[in-house]
């Protein structure tokens, strides 16, 4: 079956530090990659995405993730984070054959202290 | 003001009823969604549709119903059936059919039952 794997649930950092969040899933076919964010008491919305091209691409906010084919991977970075950055983080793959029906991996919680 | 409005904000459920949540675009979305989050498990799909008068179930449709009879409107109903109900429901949009766009998220509503 069609999954995607976070592998940290939860991530506590201090201002200034860098961030990688791991994101896998588990189809070897042509994929969509998203990330979205939640910020506390805000809706969902799209950090980035990757559709083709360029396998490392930038999104706001600083945030940048490299697709990695081979390895199923597509991990989500930010050289230096700021308290600003405290939110949850979920990973969203689309496969082919089912380019509209998103799957979403279960989250990481980032918290962020000054 | 665009965008996805989904009502109530909280609801809840007596034991054997099925209850309704609203969720209305005006962003001439022809793709909508229903989400489902719980704690540690990210969002799982229940329903999508990318066009009016037509549905396919998620990963997680039984216990509920979708109809889609205006482009605007996507009412998922929580039947009797699903065992557990107590969740945040998310409603999303997108402007693509074909999943190579971003969502459009609501504010949720959560389900409780009493």
């Known amino acids: 079956a069609q999954s995607v794997s976070q592998h940290n649930h939860h991530v506590i950092l201090s201002e200034a530090a860098s961030l990688e969040l791991g994101c896998n899933y588990s189809?070897?076919?042509?994929?969509?990659l998203f990330w979205y964010v939640q910020y506390p008491g805000q809706h969902l919305q799209l950090l980035l995405k990757?559709?083709?091209?360029?396998?490392l691409v930038k999104g706001i906010k600083g945030f940048e993730a490299e697709f990695i084919k081979s390895k199923f991977s597509f991990n989500l970075r930010k050289p230096s984070v700021q308290w600003s950055d405290t939110a949850e983080y979920f990973c969203?793959?689309?496969?082919?054959?089912?380019?509209?029906?998103?799957?979403f991996g279960a989250g990481t919680r980032l918290a962020v202290h000054p | 003001d665009g965008g996805i409005t989904q009502s109530p904000k909280y609801l809840f459920r007596k034991e054997g009823q099925n209850v309704t949540l609203s969720c209305e675009q005006n962003?001439?979305?022809?793709?909508m969604y229903w989400y489902r989050q719980d704690p540690g498990q990210g969002l799982r799909l229940i329903y999508y549709s990318q066009i009016v008068n037509d549905f396919q179930k998620g990963d997680i449709a039984e216990g509920y119903s979708v109809s889609r009879e205006k482009k605007e409107s996507f009412p998922l109903t929580v039947t009797s059936a699903q065992k557990n109900p107590t969740a945040f429901y998310l409603c999303a949009s997108s402007p693509s059919r074909t999943g190579d766009e971003k969502l459009f998220f609501g504010s949720g509503t959560q389900l409780s039952v009493l």
């Open positions: 990757y559709f083709s091209g360029d396998p």
């Open positions: 189809y070897g076919g042509t994929v969509n």
């Open positions: 962003l001439n979305h022809d793709a």
């Open positions: 969203a793959v689309a496969f082919s054959g089912g380019y509209n029906k998103l799957i």
